[in-house]
């Protein structure tokens, strides 16, 4: 009955990671795994480096030491682009669409690393490439059926409301057919509504695609609702792992998000 | 209204060099945020390069064009991997000042490698006028024209409808978010500069061929090709249709006024058709800074 193996073979591996602005260490030997169909979700104060491990998995940073495996891959050292040819889609957290075009074309940039035809077929519009235009379309179609966008499918993204904004985001992500999905904060400043819609998408991508999740969120009742294992951060380091409902009640946690008892005593 | 069709002519001709001059720039300005001081140089070398190709080696007319265009592209591209790319994270006005050493560079490589060139570039086309009832078209005038539109043509047809138009035209909006798709943003650069550097060529063939009030095939094309820069101005920096309207219509208002000026107007002077396209341009700066087609934003660069 478990979506979740536990003793597959995890598909991300992070490995001692630090990474280093000056001299400020944004991670300090952050290491944790992602199974294969697994919902791992990430949590911390602000500033904690959530993001930063996005941009450690997506290249657009390069750690000073430790190892990313991905799929059997080192990523560090790779370029983003190649990344995204691995499998590795993500979402930003304010937004990274391509306002000024349609929703159509947005997803249909999700597919662009999926494309074989060179630049010089693709832009003569050869016959191959005219194909691969054709199929990577119907795929772009489904998606937008799955996630409810077809009465917007010609609409610059721009003009569009917020949580639609945000839910055309995870369809791009979706359309580069990932095996892993990096999602930072899918819900961050959505009503009510909006979250458990996004939630609804969310559960419905875990059920029926075949691909792992990376959420980074500070809605807890989502995380805990929804996630599989939750790794929570402090200033750059891992303070607990495991399931929900553990990490919730570690005192470490408690303590990174409330402050020491006797720090809180003796400002008084 | 015979003269005046007659200069609508000349001045759609010039504007077509306008165009395409002008949307190297809008290009490389859309991908990189650089305004290309340098894409007057281009101009001139692609033009020189089609006097080498057709000149000295014999290639014949269209074949040098086509060569120059390579030549060009590669050049720019080169230029874009080799120079800019080391630039990446300084400020924009570092890669300008760049571009205009490049610019700079330009006058004497071409002069110790060219010297004088005795003849000019030969056109299928020559000097000779088409009747069109009362109206008198010179041939070069059509032809670039309807050269300027098939360029043009191609590359919006690239633009619109193709995958790497669609890539070009995303990480105009956002470079994070297109290399998050797997799109390769040094590759858009590139390709950026080499679109640049191909239209350029097609402008100053064009101009050296004898298309508006062109001295021939000489450096000082690059300063025609300065008045691309009020068409971007007018168009939006950052549009290519822009560019092309932007183009046509300074080419269209200096002819005109060269054409009815100093008549009807002696007190303005003789040259005041040189200076209308940056009055244009002043005036357009201070009604619609980010011009007809750009984006609001670009008012604060």
Redesign the interface.
Known sequence: MERVSADAAPLLHVEQVTLRFGGVSALQDVTFDVMPNELFAIIGPNGAGKTSIFNCLNAVYRPQAGSIRFDGEEIIGKRPPATAALGIARTFQNLGLFVNLNVIDNLMLGRHHLMKTGFLAGALWLGRAKREEIANRERVEEIIELIELGPYRYQPVGMLPYGIQKRIELGRALAMDPKLLLLDEPVAGMNLEETEDMARYILQVRDEFELSMILVEHDMRLVMDIADRVMALDFGQPIATGKPEQVQADPRVIEAYLGQPDEAAASR | MTKFLSLLGDGLALGAVYALVALGFVVIYRATRVINFAQGGLVVFGAFLVYQGEHTWGLGFWVSVVFAMACCAAIGAAFEALVLRRMIGQPIFAIILITIGLFLLVEPVTTTVWHNPPGGIATPWKLHTVKLGDVRLLQVNIATVVLGAVVLGAFF??FR???????M??TA??Q??????????R?IFA?SWAIAGAVAVVGGMMLAGGAGPAPGLSVSLSLIALRAFPAIILGGLDSPGGAVIGGLVIGVAQVMTGGYVPAEVPALGAQFADVVPYVIMFLVLLVRPYGLFGTAEVERV
């Open positions: 047809l690239l409808y193709t995958r790497v138009g669609l890539a035209r995303a909006v956002d994070e978010a297109a290399l998050a798709q797997g799109i390769s943003v590759q390709l």
